[in-house]
Each structure stands twice: as structure tokens, then as C-alpha cells.
């Protein structure tokens, strides 16, 4: 493990000013599951690592002004169990529960899992493996390993929970050194590989809003192995006030997200063909991309199927 220094903070304010005082040269840390392995392989070498775990005011859930208000340090194992997640998103709580093994699910943190990294075969390795071909997009170069002669990156942003967020129309509360704001979940992906957000330096997400609308829905996910794995490919559907969403996830840099026309058979089968034909996946993964493309269909299928039967 490279060195860093280790600090701690207590509040947000206080975390911002420890930033600061690194120069730019500083992470955050939650629950560390996706930071610490990348530090671990020199994929990420900060000076210093600011752990959040300290903050209490990040760690809560409440219901506030017509939404669920989901502190980023809550745990995911702690929002699969929240009462009002169970009983108005349950395409969240089907994520939650698909997410990797219970082990993880309480170490990790919802901020964390939305904020993971993107990922690719030819990228999460050990520094030799992975600069023996060149320096890729991810890495800085000018190059893709995955997809020679591609003109950018093709890494995979691999969280379940953003998906079934981004269908509940969630947003975010970030505060940094210039303030604070709100973005649109949405409005979080750069779509570049080398720094997959739009987050500017030094700012925290804090909180993540749900309406609070009962929805139906479902999530469905493509793994290898069924007791702990990324997705590769994830497609959720919520479905509330006559109004439908459908976002797929796992294959690129930043999940795709349809609005359900209507509620009828057609619009829901278009939804479906039409994530399957604007999905790109590259061979970076341990599965094929054909296949991968072709449960893209499959999947989304399945969940808009699922969500449908339960709105009856
Ligand atoms: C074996 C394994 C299996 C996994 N399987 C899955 C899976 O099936 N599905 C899935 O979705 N994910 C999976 N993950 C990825 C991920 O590690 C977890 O989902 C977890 O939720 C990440 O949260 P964390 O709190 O540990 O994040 P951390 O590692 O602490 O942080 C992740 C990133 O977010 C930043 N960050 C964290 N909190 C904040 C904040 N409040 N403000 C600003 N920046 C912040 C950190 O600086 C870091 O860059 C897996 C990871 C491992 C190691």
C-alpha cells in the first residue's frame, strides 16, 4: 500500500478545510471499498485520505419536504432496511439487495456507490499489467486497450443504485469550497473516462432526494457470479403516477435513460429495443459484448415486465 496521511473529520465544513489544506492532493473516504482498492494498485495515490466516516449529520435518513432524504455516508445495508425505501422504491431496494454480498453492503456507503469508479478489464490491474499495452484514455494516454483505434474511453460505470435513482428522479446535495448545490442525478456523469463526474474539486456529496411518490418497479441484473459481483449490465424501472422510467447500467461510462412514452405494450417493447441498440459494449469485460448487448433487451424486458404486473 502507498503511503498517505490519514485524517478525520467531523463535519462537512471541516472536511472541505482539510481538502483544502492538501492542495487538490486529497481524497475522500466512506467506507473505502472502491477507494482503498484503488489506492491499493495505484490507480489513485492521494497525499492524504479525509475520512467521512466521522460526520453523523451524513449518516441519516429522513423523510423532509416531500422526499426521502438519504444521507451519502448511510450504508447500503442500512437503506435496503429503511422502512420507506421498502415500501415506495422497490426497484432501489432490489439494487440495494443485488448489490455485491451483505458484507459489503455494510461497509459501503450509498455516496460511494454512486461515486465508484468506472471500471474495465484492461484498467483494474496491477500497474505493470496494465501500462505493458500503453497508456489508455482512462490512464491519462491517448489510446483505448479494450477497443483499439476507439477514440475514447469505454470503461463501465458498475453502480446497481444509481440506476433505480436515476428512474425515482433523484438529486443531489453536494457542498465544496465554492458552496453549496444541487445537481440532477443526471447531470453527475462527464461521460469521460478519466474522470467520470462532474464534481468539481474538493466538493462533497452530502445528500441524494427521492421524491416521495409510491412507485412500482424492479431491477434485474447480469452477473457471473449470483453471491457477490459488479453488474454487467443492470436495467431498472419505476413506474409512478402514470409516468415511466427506464435506466440501464454496466456497459460504458454513464447509465442510459429513457422516459416511458406511455404505459402501453408497444412504448414499453420500444424502451427496451431502443437501450439495446444505443448500448455500446466493448470487449472489457468478462463477458462477452454481443451478449452483453443482447441482454440489455432481455433485461430491461424483464424488468418493465416485472414493474407492469406489479402495477396491476
Ligand atoms: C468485491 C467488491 C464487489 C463489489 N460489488 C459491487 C456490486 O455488485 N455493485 C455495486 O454497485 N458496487 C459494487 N462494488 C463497488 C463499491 O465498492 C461499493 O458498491 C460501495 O458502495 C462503495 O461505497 P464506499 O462507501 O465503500 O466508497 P468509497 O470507496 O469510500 O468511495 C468511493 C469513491 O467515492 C468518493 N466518495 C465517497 N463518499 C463521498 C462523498 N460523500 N462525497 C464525495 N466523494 C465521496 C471517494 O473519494 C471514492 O473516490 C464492489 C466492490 C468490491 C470491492
Request: hydrophobic content about 40%; proline content about 4%.
Given at each position: 500500500m502507498p503511503k498517505f496521511e490519514y485524517r478525520k473529520a467531523d463535519s462537512v465544513t471541516a472536511a472541505i478545510a482539510l481538502y483544502e489544506g492538501y492542495k487538490g492532493q486529497a481524497s475522500y473516504l466512506a467506507g473505502g471499498t472502491d477507494l482503498i482498492p484503488r489506492v491499493k494498485s495505484r490507480l489513485s495515490t492521494p497525499t492524504a485520505v479525509i475520512d467521512l466516516k466521522g460526520v453523523e449529520a451524513l449518516k441519516t435518513i429522513s423523510r423532509h419536504g416531500g422526499s426521502l432524504v438519504i444521507g451519502a455516508n448511510a450504508t447500503l445495508f442500512a437503506l435496503k432496511n429503511d422502512a420507506t425505501v421498502q415500501e415506495y422504491f422497490p426497484a432501489l431496494r432490489a439494487s440495494l439487495e443485488a448489490t455485491s454480498c451483505e458484507a459489503l453492503q455494510m461497509r459501503g456507503t450509498i455516496g460511494g456507490n454512486i461515486l465508484q469508479n468506472t471500471r474495465c478489464l484492461f484498467y483494474n490491474q496491477s500497474l505493470a499489467w496494465r501500462t505493458a499495452r500503453g497508456l489508455c484514455f482512462k490512464m491519462?494516454?491517448?489510446?483505448c486497450n479494450a477497443a483499439p483505434?476507439?477514440?475514447r474511453c469505454f470503461s463501465n460505470y458498475c453502480s446497481d443504485n444509481a440506476l433505480p435513482l436515476l428512474t425515482l428522479s433523484a438529486t443531489l446535495a453536494v457542498s465544496g469550497p465554492q458552496g453549496e448545490r444541487k445537481i440532477k442525478l443526471e447531470k453527475l456523469f462527464s461521460g469521460k473516462g478519466k474522470n467520470p463526474f462532474t464534481l468539481l474539486p474538493g466538493e462533497i456529496l452530502t445528500e441524494i432526494h427521492i421524491p416521495l411518490k409510491k412507485s412500482q418497479g424492479a431491477y434485474e441484473k447480469l452477473r457471473v457470479r449470483g453471491s457477490i459481483d459488479y453488474p454487467l449490465v443492470g436495467a431498472a424501472v419505476s413506474v409512478l403516477g402514470g409516468k415511466g422510467r427506464v435506466a440501464v447500467g454496466g456497459i460504458g461510462l454513464e447509465p442510459l435513460v429513457y422516459d416511458l412514452k406511455d404505459l402501453e405494450g408497444d412504448t414499453l417493447e420500444e424502451a427496451a429495443d431502443k437501450a439495446c441498440q444505443d448500448a455500446k459494449p466493448v470487449?472489457?469485460?468478462?463477458?462477452?459484448p454481443a451478449y452483453r448487448k443482447k441482454m440489455v433487451r432481455v433485461l430491461a424486458q424483464r424488468a418493465i415486465r416485472k414493474t407492469m404486473q406489479e402495477a396491476k
Amino acid at each position: 500500500m502507498p503511503k498517505f496521511e490519514y485524517r478525520k473529520a467531523d463535519s462537512v465544513t471541516a472536511a472541505i478545510a482539510l481538502y483544502e489544506g492538501y492542495k487538490g492532493q486529497a481524497s475522500y473516504l466512506a467506507g473505502g471499498t472502491d477507494l482503498i482498492p484503488r489506492v491499493k494498485s495505484r490507480l489513485s495515490t492521494p497525499t492524504a485520505v479525509i475520512d467521512l466516516k466521522g460526520v453523523e449529520a451524513l449518516k441519516t435518513i429522513s423523510r423532509h419536504g416531500g422526499s426521502l432524504v438519504i444521507g451519502a455516508n448511510a450504508t447500503l445495508f442500512a437503506l435496503k432496511n429503511d422502512a420507506t425505501v421498502q415500501e415506495y422504491f422497490p426497484a432501489l431496494r432490489a439494487s440495494l439487495e443485488a448489490t455485491s454480498c451483505e458484507a459489503l453492503q455494510m461497509r459501503g456507503t450509498i455516496g460511494g456507490n454512486i461515486l465508484q469508479n468506472t471500471r474495465c478489464l484492461f484498467y483494474n490491474q496491477s500497474l505493470a499489467w496494465r501500462t505493458a499495452r500503453g497508456l489508455c484514455f482512462k490512464m491519462g494516454g491517448e489510446i483505448c486497450n479494450a477497443a483499439p483505434g476507439a477514440k475514447r474511453c469505454f470503461s463501465n460505470y458498475c453502480s446497481d443504485n444509481a440506476l433505480p435513482l436515476l428512474t425515482l428522479s433523484a438529486t443531489l446535495a453536494v457542498s465544496g469550497p465554492q458552496g453549496e448545490r444541487k445537481i440532477k442525478l443526471e447531470k453527475l456523469f462527464s461521460g469521460k473516462g478519466k474522470n467520470p463526474f462532474t464534481l468539481l474539486p474538493g466538493e462533497i456529496l452530502t445528500e441524494i432526494h427521492i421524491p416521495l411518490k409510491k412507485s412500482q418497479g424492479a431491477y434485474e441484473k447480469l452477473r457471473v457470479r449470483g453471491s457477490i459481483d459488479y453488474p454487467l449490465v443492470g436495467a431498472a424501472v419505476s413506474v409512478l403516477g402514470g409516468k415511466g422510467r427506464v435506466a440501464v447500467g454496466g456497459i460504458g461510462l454513464e447509465p442510459l435513460v429513457y422516459d416511458l412514452k406511455d404505459l402501453e405494450g408497444d412504448t414499453l417493447e420500444e424502451a427496451a429495443d431502443k437501450a439495446c441498440q444505443d448500448a455500446k459494449p466493448v470487449a472489457n469485460a468478462v463477458l462477452t459484448p454481443a451478449y452483453r448487448k443482447k441482454m440489455v433487451r432481455v433485461l430491461a424486458q424483464r424488468a418493465i415486465r416485472k414493474t407492469m404486473q406489479e402495477a396491476k
